[in-house]
């Protein structure tokens, strides 16, 4: 392993990460790495989790976490210590990748018309006038706690369990009550997002706005309540 590879110094572009794991089956989504792979049976995936767990060794616990189901083994890849993907994650991709081929198995992020949803990660966007003041209220109510490196009065709040959606602030410049001031931003696989779309709209859902694509698409439902679609893509 690189000195680059050990630490979390060297800062990769949203491209570079993608263009690094894109092809082995993973896909960058928010800040990590994610694919599932695929089993017959939770006996199985969790065989794969062990296997899995095993080829990271002691990189696991600062990098990796998993998610074992009857019918797949989600992985994400993430520096826990610095709340990013550095050249270590990127490594331990590609050995999980040769480790799942190994087993005859494949990885899959789902993106694409395939059936099954894709890898994502959902966020709740809170807009407020005051973000220091309703913050706190937030991180109480919901359990949660600051992302590594940002605790500030005005940063994200996110599930110390890796469970729950994170939450972040909208800063407002004035009040808006004929509109919704919570959102959903729902991060897919950039080649997932025109799908996602897609079906959103023939689902009765509007188009509000592309302004921002391929960052982020706005949409709302019948009743104007708005979601935000948002990839990688467009933002470095």
């Known amino acids: ?27 960058y989504i928010l800040g990590v790495v994610r694919a599932s792979v695929p089993v017959a049976s939770l006996t199985q995936g969790c065989e794969v989790a ?7 060794g002691d990189d696991a616990d600062g990098s990796l976490w998993m998610d074992v189901r009857r019918d797949q083994v989600i992985i994400t890849l993430q520096s826990l210590a610095a709340a990013r993907v550095t050249p270590l994650e990127i490594e331990l991709a590609h050995r999980i990748s040769s480790t799942v081929d190994g087993l005859g198995l494949r990885l899959d992020a789902g993106a694409g018309e395939r059936g099954a949803r894709s890898a994502q990660l959902i966020e709740i966007a809170v807009d407020a006038l005051d973000i220091a003041a ?38 407002m410049d004035a009040p808006r009550p004929q509109r919704n001031r919570i959102h959903f931003d729902v991060s897919v696989p950039h080649d997932e997002a025109p799908h996602r779309i897609k079906a959103a709209l023939a689902a009765g859902g509007v188009l509000l706005s592309d302004a921002a694509a391929p960052a982020f698409w706005v949409l709302a439902d019948a009743e104007g309540n708005e979601v935000c679609v948002t990839t990688w893509q467009g933002r470095d």
Request: proline letters at 7%; a negative charge.
């Open 134 to 171: 309703v913050r706190p209220f937030w991180k109480a109510v919901l359990g949660y706690g600051d992302e590594a490196g940002a605790s500030g009065p005005e940063d994200p709040l996110v599930d110390p369990a890796g469970q729950g959606p994170a939450v972040w602030f909208q800063q």
């Open 50 to 56: 062990a296997r899995v767990a095993a080829v990271a």
């Open 1 to 27: 392993m690189t000195q680059n590879a050990q630490g979390t110094g060297e800062r990769l572009s949203r491209l570079e990460i993608s263009d690094a794991v894109g092809d082995l089956g993973w896909r």
